[in-house]
């Protein structure tokens, strides 16, 4: 029995226990971590650098929202707006633009709508509204739903009715929900390439200028937040941002297919997205 | 899925660690509602039975709060850690374990109190024949303890924060699997999970009970 105690103490040690080096905690949006990217590219800066990244995947606002009460080091989001506000207030500095890919409207292969293959979020929104199509909205004041809530704005379209589910979850629970009711939804195309429960669903808008997704990692103001890993996590955001850390991210493929685009693969000027496989 | 056992690991680590702690705590608790006697005992039994029904969410949230780097306890850089996610547990087992251990220990002491007393025995000493007669019992108390801390996601997803190799447990990656459509292996840790489960009650039970002796407590009492 003492020997038992014995061991189950040393178990319980070894994994309360720090590891060795040290380890800072990266607020990320859900995207980049359920896609793979993360577990892909943070073992590169780790082999590099020994500092080890511990990442929160949660929705943008939610990332913002535990880096504003000084609870991780660094974020990596893609809200533009929010992330504006969260530097206003003082809580980040030094935002810089590190990875791109598009947002995506899927929806069930049946199309009631009839928007698929367009390449105008905007007016097939409309067309949804006016079928009372399904359309199942995050609703959890993510990247995502934060673009979304924009595109019915510029449709001149306050959803409401049955038809507009708001589910208040991330990404993989709005695509299993949209798998489920036969409903439309707006995903990154991250997300949505290495999602497993696509069945009955299908790419239905891309291509649109609008649909742009871009990933910015934000620094937290160290006069702001003096408990934060200040080092350690400029370091992540150098790496990130670094000709090593982008072809790192540039490298990640999904069946062959490429998710992210480093920075520095720049949108093309006209801001047209590339669409399909490729992207 | 890389890293399966180590999760498995963390997974039992976290939740048996939460569940003996709160399990002293639950008996010391169980001990004085059944035995004690003091004004505002009823109230406390009834407070005790009402927090059973404690979700583990807003235990995660409320707990969060107190160890985010702006709540009293930020300075002990508990948050995010498997330490978090013992405390939180802890918590949610100790009315489990404290108000099922109340009734095993309230039952005997209501048939043999009398008795014990008259020959001279205090309440304290009472309490080693009590655990005695009442363990059979008092183990499915801390069973259920362990029942609601390996299967609880609400509280350790908010303090444990789901990271990986360090913080995500069986329950945490279901949630994950899920969320990235991955169903089938969603389900099949769903399966280990239960399994896991199964194998520490029968565990618990052998060590505790002698063989034969389960399913006769009628004709042994």
Known sequence: ?????TAWLLLALAAAAPAPGPA??????????????????????????????????????????????????????????????FIAEGHGIDRREIAWNDFILVGPLADPAHVAGGH??????????????????????????????RLWRVAGITPSGGWYREIG?????????????????????????????????????????????RYDVIRLDPRRHPAVQSGPAGRLADWLASP????????????????FHPDADAPPADSQIRSGGGC | MAGFLPIVGLSLVVSLSATAIASL?????????????????????????????????????LLYLILSHAGPLGGLGLLFTPGAMILAQTVLAVPIIAALGHRALAEPWLRYGRALRSCGVGRM???????????????????????????????????????????????????????????????????????????????ALALTVPPGGLGRENQAG
Request: with cysteine; glycine share 14%; hydrophobic share 50%.
């Open chain 1, 1 to 5: 029995m003492r020997r038992a105690c």
């Open chain 1, 24 to 85: 800072i905690v990266l607020a990320s949006t859900t995207s980049v971590e359920n896609s793979g990217l993360l577990a892909h590219i943070l073992p590169l800066f780790t082999a590099a650098t020994g500092i080890r990244v511990h990442v929160l995947a949660q929705g943008t606002g939610q990332a913002l929202a535990t880096a504003a009460r000084g609870d991780a080091d660094l974020v990596l989001v893609h809200d533009p707006e929010a992330e504006a506000r």
């Open chain 1, 120 to 149: 105008d979020a905007v007016a097939a929104l409309r067309r949804i509204a006016e079928t009372s199509a399904p359309f199942v909205s995050r609703g959890d004041a993510s990247g995502t739903d934060a673009l979304e809530k």
């Open chain 1, 169 to 213: 979850g991330g990404m993989g629970q709005a695509l299993n929900a949209a798998e489920a009711m036969g409903a439309y939804t707006l995903s990154d195309r991250g997300t949505w390439l290495a999602f497993g429960n696509k069945a009955g669903l299908g790419a239905s808008v891309e291509g649109d200028p609008r649909l742009l997704n």
């Open chain 1, 244 to 259: 090593e850390g982008q072809a790192a991210i540039g490298d990640y493929r999904l069946g062959g297919t490429q998710l």
């Open chain 2, 25 to 61: 705590l639950g008996f010391a608790l169980a001990s004085v509602l059944a035995l004690g006697r003091f004004r505002g005992r009823a109230a406390l039994i009834v407070l005790v039975n009402a927090l059973l029904g404690l979700p583990p969410v807003a235990v995660g949230l």
């Open chain 2, 125 to 203: 000493r009472s309490l080693p024949a009590l655990f005695a007669m009442s363990r059979v019992a008092l183990l499915t108390a801390v069973l259920a303890g362990f029942g609601r801390t390996i299967s609880e996601v609400g509280a350790i997803l908010v303090v444990g924060g789901n990271i990986a190799g360090y913080t995500r447990t069986m329950t945490t990656a279901i949630a994950l699997e899920t969320s990235k459509g991955n169903l089938g292996l969603a389900l099949s840790l769903g399966g280990v999970l239960i399994g896991i489960s199964v194998a520490v009650s029968t565990a």
